[in-house]
């Protein structure tokens, strides 16, 4: 337990630091400091500034917390600025007084600037007079401005509207710096258009910027656009072509297929009433082929006689007249043909060089004389191979092999029922209904009655 003695051996002692009190000068030194990049400069520690002629003591000086060291007087020298001398700076230096001697501490800002501006605000948005807009949408409209620097800073940025000669303020909220820099700020303001309304397009909008040296302005007309529909209609316009393009290139290529589609769906007989016993005369050269015909994988006559039958009568329906088939002989040839071909309602002639140049050539000869007067029979010409005109052949031959409509035979490409040579065949075949009897039976029965007739 302490003695009352003891307790009055101990001292009390509290270490209490107090600001400096304020100085009377009649130029007080900043506690900011701007000095310009590139000059030469000094900065003063504030508390010695208005000790007149007084000695400074000497200075320790610190610049954001790191101590320079070798720097002990004041004002602190620095040679040239440079954005590295911008920031905090505290000198601390002792002070003596009648109480004993104290450590003393400023503290000064500096901040490296340029020369003042020499320009007005230079307005970078809106950059045009005028603006498309479509009327109900919102509208957001920038004011931004360029403010080169200046000590005393007081920038000025606006958007005004005019009306019938009226200029009204629009509030707007207040725009951070774009893009802050040593030289200049950019400074943005915002109005914000719920809906873009027709009394829009006869306001005029102001772009407003100050700063000391002056002031700029840019206006900006509104202006309903109209492009949008005539996109849409050009859009739709080409679309359009295209998809006609298109559907024209699309029905050339298969016009037979959409022809021969329509023809089934009006179940349309043509055959009814014309008193004919056949749809088509099949002529060909007969006899030995010549060494383009004997080249190729299907004959003249395996064409006449084997696939014409198959496909035309036994697939599709149609009625055919072959010489060695179906009509008897001994009678007198040309009689003959020339009977046939006005039982017929088309003739279809393989054109060969063999039948060019040989006896058959008679039959499309006859044929195409008949045709003239009878505008229910047609001529098919079917290009078997290759072949030169002669001669000798007539002049209504001639003409009838450029007038014609022509199938080509393409070898075995052309031979499944399926392929193009044979859709092109029925293309030129007359139109017909398939209901009634199995086409086979209506073959025999037609071959059976012309027989008799015989």
């Known amino acids: 337990m302490r003695s009352r003695r003891d307790e009055a051996c101990c001292v009390k002692m509290v270490l209490e630091v107090q600001p400096?009190?304020?100085?009377?000068?009649?130029?007080?030194?900043?506690?900011?400091?701007?000095?310009?990049?590139?000059?030469?400069?000094?900065?003063?520690?504030?508390?010695?500034?208005?000790?007149?002629?007084?000695?400074?003591?000497?200075?320790?000086?610190?610049?954001?917390?790191?101590?320079?060291?070798?720097?002990?007087?004041?004002?602190?020298?620095?040679?040239?600025?440079?954005?590295?001398?911008?920031?905090?700076?505290?000198?601390?230096?002792?002070?003596?007084d009648g109480a004993g001697s104290r450590t003393v501490r400023a503290v000064v800002q500096v901040k490296t600037i340029v020369r003042n501006t020499t320009l007005k605000p230079d307005i970078l948005e809106p950059v045009r007079d005028t603006l498309e807009v479509e009327l109900g949408k919102p509208l957001t409209l920038n004011c931004t401005a360029r403010f080169g620097?200046?000590?005393?800073?007081?920038?000025?940025?606006?958007?005004?509207?005019?009306?019938?000669?009226?200029?009204?303020?629009?509030?707007?909220?207040?725009?951070?710096?774009?893009?802050?820099?040593?030289?200049?700020?950019?400074?943005?303001?915002?109005?914000?258009?719920?809906?873009?309304?027709?009394?829009?397009?006869?306001?005029?909008?102001?772009?407003f910027a100050q700063n000391s040296l002056g002031n700029s302005t840019q206006p900006l007309q509104l202006r309903r656009r109209k492009g949008v529909v005539f996109l849409y209609v050009l859009l739709g316009t080409v679309a359009t072509l295209a998809g006609a393009l298109a559907a024209g290139a699309l029905l050339f290529t298969y016009w037979i297929e959409v022809v021969l589609l329509c023809r089934t769906c009006q179940d349309k007989d043509e055959t009814l009433g014309d008193k004919k016993e056949f749809d088509a005369f099949i002529s060909y050269a007969k006899g030995s082929a010549s060494e383009s015909e004997s080249a190729s994988p299907v004959s003249e006559d395996c064409l006449a006689l084997k696939l014409f039958p198959e496909v035309l009568e036994n697939k599709y329906g149609y009625t055919l007249c072959l010489l060695e088939r179906d009509v008897a002989p001994g009678g007198v040839y040309t009689e003959d043909i020339v009977s046939i071909i006005k039982k017929s309602r088309r003739g279809v002639f393989i054109l060969s060089p063999n039948y060019v140049n040989g006896p058959?050539?008679?039959?499309?000869?006859?044929?195409?004389?008949?045709?003239?007067?009878?505008?229910?029979?047609?001529?098919?010409?079917?290009?078997?191979?290759?072949?030169?005109?002669?001669?000798?052949?007539?002049?209504?031959?001639?003409?009838?092999?450029?007038?014609l409509p022509i199938v080509t035979w393409r070898g075995l490409k052309s031979a499944p029922p399926n392929s193009r040579f044979w859709t092109r065949m029925r293309y030129h075949m007359p139109m017909k209904n398939p209901t009634g009897l199995p086409w086979g039976h209506l073959r025999v029965i037609s071959r059976a009655f012309s027989l008799g007739r015989q």
């Open 149 to 207: 620097f200046e000590e005393h800073f007081k920038p000025v940025l606006r958007w005004y509207s005019k009306d019938s000669g009226q200029e009204l303020e629009i509030p707007t909220k207040e725009g951070g710096s774009v893009k802050p820099t040593v030289e200049a700020e950019v400074i943005q303001r915002t109005v914000h258009l719920e809906r873009v309304t027709q009394s829009d397009l006869h306001k005029t909008f102001i772009c």
């Open 20 to 96: 400096q009190a304020d100085l009377s000068c009649a130029r007080p030194v900043p506690r900011t400091r701007y000095l310009r990049l590139g000059s030469t400069d000094a900065i003063h520690c504030p508390s010695l500034g208005c000790q007149g002629g007084a000695p400074s003591p000497e200075m320790t000086w610190y610049q954001n917390g790191r101590l320079l060291s070798a720097q002990r007087s004041n004002p602190l020298p620095l040679a040239v600025i440079y954005d590295y001398h911008q920031g905090t700076y505290a000198c601390d230096y002792t002070q003596a």
């Open 360 to 403: 058959s050539v008679f039959e499309l000869q006859a044929a195409v004389s008949l045709a003239l007067d009878d505008q229910t029979l047609k001529l098919i010409l079917v290009k078997f191979c290759p072949f030169q005109e002669p001669e000798s052949l007539p002049d209504l031959v001639r003409k009838a092999l450029r007038v």
